[in-house]
């Protein structure tokens, strides 16, 4: 069944543009990063020197997650707009096994993100730093938690797209709620209370590097840390694939 997913997704190619989108910015932002001038002076090797690179390289993919999300809204979209979703359960398929095809798309997203990742990092710290090398697989692990990111800002997507089913509409909510209505929501609430919203909860697995040093100049920040968001990231994650579900199953196709 997965088979049949990828020989839709492969040959398109809006699913190849937005991915070398994804890597040329992420690229290019993290390659600039190094002409940055702070206090008067260059920031250069120093950007680069690992393990620290891990944290600052997956803090800064994150803002690009939302290029895989629009991905995923789209690719869901379609299925709806050609009415391929209700071609497929005349032709047997249960809904479970749509939502199925469409969750291993998103875990291979953020694989690709991963490898993304992981890539421009090894490259940019062996390049530029390459006197930190030998500690170039300290910290590494940070790799993972932004991958969980990933399929957490997926499921968002899949549900928006669910939801509204037309891909400009969807990816127009998608960022709203991302960039407007949720950071608007946080204002209103308590610091003890809006770290627990959903877009806030994923950020926080790849949080603001030297956030420690901010702290002690603002105090204390009320994000949750990595190791207390990842828990309640998986459930947000698991909570969203299953309204999908319940959509899906629900309304007509």
Do not use: H
């Not at 509204?164 to 509409?169: A, D, F, N, Q």
């Amino acid at each position: 069944m997965f088979r049949a997913e990828l020989r839709k997704v492969l040959p398109y190619r809006t699913v190849w543009i937005i991915l070398l989108l994804f890597v040329v910015l992420l690229a290019l932002f993290v390659s600039a990063g190094g002409s940055v001038t702070l206090n008067g002076q260059r920031v250069g090797a120093t950007l680069y020197t690992f393990p620290g690179l891990w944290q600052k390289l997956t803090y800064v993919a994150s803002y690009f997650n939302l290029l895989l999300g629009i991905l995923l809204i789209i690719l869901i979209t379609d299925e709806f707009q050609f009415r391929t979703f209700r071609q497929q359960v005349i032709d047997g398929a249960s809904v479970a096994e749509l939502l199925q095809n469409k969750l291993l798309l998103s875990g291979l997203l953020a694989v690709f993100g991963m490898l993304t990742v992981l890539g421009l990092g090894f490259y940019f710290g062996l390049t530029r730093a390459a006197d930190t090398a030998s500690q170039a697989t300290v910290g590494i692990t940070g790799i993972a938690l932004y991958g969980i990111q990933v399929l957490g800002l997926l499921s968002m997507a899949a549900l928006v797209a669910v939801l509204v089913r037309r891909s400009g509409p969807g990816i127009l909510l998608f960022l709203l709620y991302a960039w407007v209505a949720e950071p608007l929501l946080r204002f209103s609430l308590p610091d003890s209370l809006d770290r627990f919203l959903p877009a806030k909860v994923f950020n926080s697995l790849t949080p603001l590097p030297g956030q420690e040093m901010i702290d002690t100049v603002t105090g204390p920040s009320s994000a949750l840390l990595p190791t207390e968001a990842l828990p309640l990231a998986l459930v947000y994650t698991a909570l969203f694939w299953g309204l999908s579900y319940l959509l899906l199953r629900n309304r007509d196709l």
